[in-house]
């Protein structure tokens, strides 16, 4: 006699795996993108300080990806 | 308020017989900013400096390299009268001088005397441990010798080549000396390149090597003692002269500034004409001064301002003294221009506001207050005063938020209800008491406001703060706009915004049904209208922009992100120490003071960490989100002629 088991996925399991991407892969898409921009900042400003405002403008533009990602888990939650 | 200072263009004019009385009295009023003259085809020329600038250079040099070899500190000392500091100028700086010298060649001599020791010493010790007098080491006509470097004892392999030898070898620091005839010179040579030497140079002294070295140690720790004690006199010197330093080179260097001032004035033959700004309301007393230096000779009269001005007006800030720490995160960026409002007194709510929001406890409040309020106390360095009251001002909003969400130090301060059952808070018996349900997510308004279970609801009111703050951004543009460019400039770049959101939201409104689905259509036409104006004012560039309106909004969600992120590593602490290593109620022991110290540490780190995160967060919102929709910046720093005293009074 053949018997099926049926293994069914927790779903709270799947929805913490997605957080989970989320923060991280965006986290990394923000480093990436902060690096660049934060090194070529901190190049400017060992030129003319007077440019501190607008290099940390410019670094943290890309923080807002990693804040996205952080929002859609909570959703997600 | 939301304005820069006032400015008037005004112009001096006088005979040159009271040139160096009118630059007197500007540099005492220091509230006239002058416009370097550059030389054009009006025929009038640059100034010549006044007769003393020679002597005030010189010795503004000397007094500064005295300092710069002395090493004077700026310190807060007893202000010293102006008129005797100058009287008794000469004389002191001549003798300061003339000691510092005495000691300088002192010590020099000294050092000299002591490398030539070092250098003798390092010859000697290779011999140290060789008992022959270096008398003994030269002046012989048929013997040659050998002293220096081998790598083992040469005598076995000397004595096959000859039989007239004699050696000396020290195994500690494998030298030899060795003694053989003339003839065998050579060979014995040849021989000791096979044993890797090396020859050292004898020093040319008399004694017994080890005598010698000993003598000379003790002369070296002589030296050495002498130039402590010089090292010492100057240090004395020092602490005898810095106030009369730091008063002398204040002095002079406000002399040099004056004598160096035609440089940047116009002059004819006879007369000068020195150009600059005034702020408006203090052009009356620049005037006065004027006058009562120069007997009324001199003529003061405000110049309108040209369009292209403008761009050269120097900028004062004109706020209030609450709100003045945060002119600083307005330096940071830029300062504003003329025509344009200046956002520090709406920064001065905003950005304590957005800390607090994101902070948020009262445990982080009291702690970085009472660090702020110590640091202000302990430093009076002006450039850490305003970043104090900063954060000041951001503890004070934090502790009210705290209050808001009840929490201390990542504790949750009353009970909490949920599903799984009701935890105690902090206070033993203080109830969450619910408020009303929110309109989202199926959670419940409570106070205090549990942030960590209205996730969904605060994401809202995060991202609608937002909006109203980019509104608010939206609207100083729109006054920013009609000022430099006129009223339709005005409409078309930033009213558009307005048009756009109103039709948004009759489309949505519609569209859910809240209002006639007409007003959908409605909204979409308004939509278009706004959107055309916007191609209109702002180009290609508009529409491009079009969805910053939502990614800008969401980003202020940062602020409940950020403040949970906090809370987390906070509780998570707790949770280690109180939890996991010791439960409060188990028997103290050593597992307590473990729980302690991670408590401890724990939290210090996420005190730093909540300076730097809701600080930069908060920040980044005012520039990139709100300054964005309205500042330009890059007006020039108002700098008035003149000198700020801090060792010296008149």
């Given at each position: ?77 | ?202 020093p040319n002294i008399s004694g017994m090597p080890s005598e ?24 004395s010197l020092k602490d005898k002269y810095s106030d009369f ?406």
């Open positions: 006699m053949v018997t099926e088991t049926i293994t069914a996925m927790d779903p709270s399991g799947l929805k913490a795996i997605g957080a989970g991407l989320a923060v991280g892969l965006t986290g990394i898409a923000s480093a990436l993108a902060e690096k660049d921009i934060g090194s070529a900042a901190i190049g400017a400003m060992a030129e003319n300080e007077s440019l501190f405002g607008k290099g940390l403008i410019l670094t943290v533009i890309p923080e807002t990806i990693v804040i996205f990602g952080l929002v859609v888990a909570l959703l997600i939650k | 308020m939301l304005e820069p200072k006032q400015m008037s263009r005004a112009v001096i004019v006088g005979h040159k017989s009271i040139f160096e009385e009118t630059v007197d009295a500007l540099h005492k009023a220091n509230l006239f900013q002058i416009e370097d003259f550059n030389e054009d085809e009006s025929g009038l020329l640059i100034g010549r400096p006044f007769e003393n600038v020679d002597d005030v250079s010189k010795k503004l040099i000397k007094i500064r390299s005295i300092a710069s070899l002395l090493g004077v500190k700026d310190v807060g000392s007893k202000k010293q009268d102006t008129k005797s500091v100058i009287s008794s100028l000469d004389a002191t700086l001549d003798k300061l001088d003339a000691e510092l010298d005495v000691k300088a060649e002192q010590k020099s001599k000294l050092e000299a005397e002591l490398k030539e020791i070092d250098s003798l010493k390092k010859e000697l010790i290779p011999f140290a441990n060789i008992s022959l007098d270096f008398d003994l080491y030269r002046g012989y006509e048929h013997l040659s010798v050998f002293s220096g470097y081998v790598k083992e004892d040469v005598e076995s392999a000397v004595s096959r080549i000859t039989s007239s030898y004699e050696i000396f070898y020290d195994a500690k620091e494998s030298t030899m000396v060795l003694f053989v005839t003339k003839d065998k010179a050579a060979e014995v040579a040849d021989l000791l390149a096979g044993f890797a030497f090396r020859e050292f140079r004898i010698s070295l000993s003598s000379i140690t003790s002369k070296e720790s002589g030296l050495l003692k002498q130039v402590k004690a010089i090292d010492e006199e100057i240090e330093i730091l008063a002398s080179n204040e002095v002079l260097s406000i002399e040099a500034q004056k004598s160096e001032t035609p440089l940047r004035v116009a002059t004819s033959d006879s007369t000068f004409i020195i150009d600059g700004w005034v702020p408006e309301d203090e052009f009356v007393e620049l005037e006065r001064i004027v006058k009562a230096a120069t007997n009324g000779r001199a003529f003061v009269s405000k110049q309108e301002m040209m369009k292209e001005d403008v761009n050269i007006v120097p900028i004062e800030y004109n706020n209030s003294k609450m709100a003045a720490p945060f002119q600083e995160i307005m330096d940071l960026y830029a300062r504003p221009k003329y025509k344009e409002l200046d956002p520090t007194t709406l920064i001065f709510i905003s950005f304590p506001l957005f800390y607090g929001m994101i902070l948020g406890d009262i445990g982080y409040a009291l702690i970085l207050l009472a660090m702020a309020v110590g640091i202000k106390k302990m430093i009076s360095s002006d450039a850490i005063k305003p970043l104090m009251n900063i954060l000041i001002y951001c503890q004070i909003s934090t502790l009210i938020f705290g209050v808001i969400y009840g929490e201390f130090l990542g504790f949750p301060l009353a009970s909490l209800h949920t599903e799984h059952g009701v935890t105690e808070g902090l206070i033993k018996g203080f109830a969450t008491v619910n408020l009303l349900a929110s309109p989202v997510a199926d959670e419940m308004i409570t106070f205090p406001v549990h942030r960590t279970h209205l996730v969904m609801t605060m994401i809202i009111a995060t991202a609608l703060v937002g909006f109203i703050h980019i509104n608010i951004g939206y609207l100083l543009g729109f006054i920013n706009e009609n000022r430099k460019h006129g009223i339709s400039a005005a409409i078309f770049e930033k009213g558009s915004w307005f048009v756009i959101e109103i039709g948004l939201f009759l489309a949505i409104l519609g569209y859910a049904a809240m209002l006639p689905s007409v007003t959908t259509i409605l909204g979409v036409v308004v939509f278009l209208i706004g959107f055309v104006m916007l191609l209109k004012g702002e180009g290609i560039k508009g529409p491009i922009e079009l969805p910053s309106l939502l990614s800008n909004s969401l980003s202020y969600t940062r602020i409940i992100a950020v403040g949970l992120s906090s809370i987390y590593i906070a509780s998570t602490v707790n949770l280690i120490a109180f939890e996991m290593i010791w439960q409060p109620g188990t028997p103290i022991g050593g597992a307590t003071i473990f729980a302690i110290i991670v408590f401890l540490f724990g939290h210090a780190l996420n005190t730093v960490l909540s300076i730097i995160a809701p600080g930069l967060h908060s920040l980044r919102l005012q520039y990139v989100e709100f300054f964005g929709k309205f500042y330009e910046g890059g007006g020039r720093k108002y700098d008035p002629f003149g000198y700020i005293r801090k060792y010296t009074e008149e």
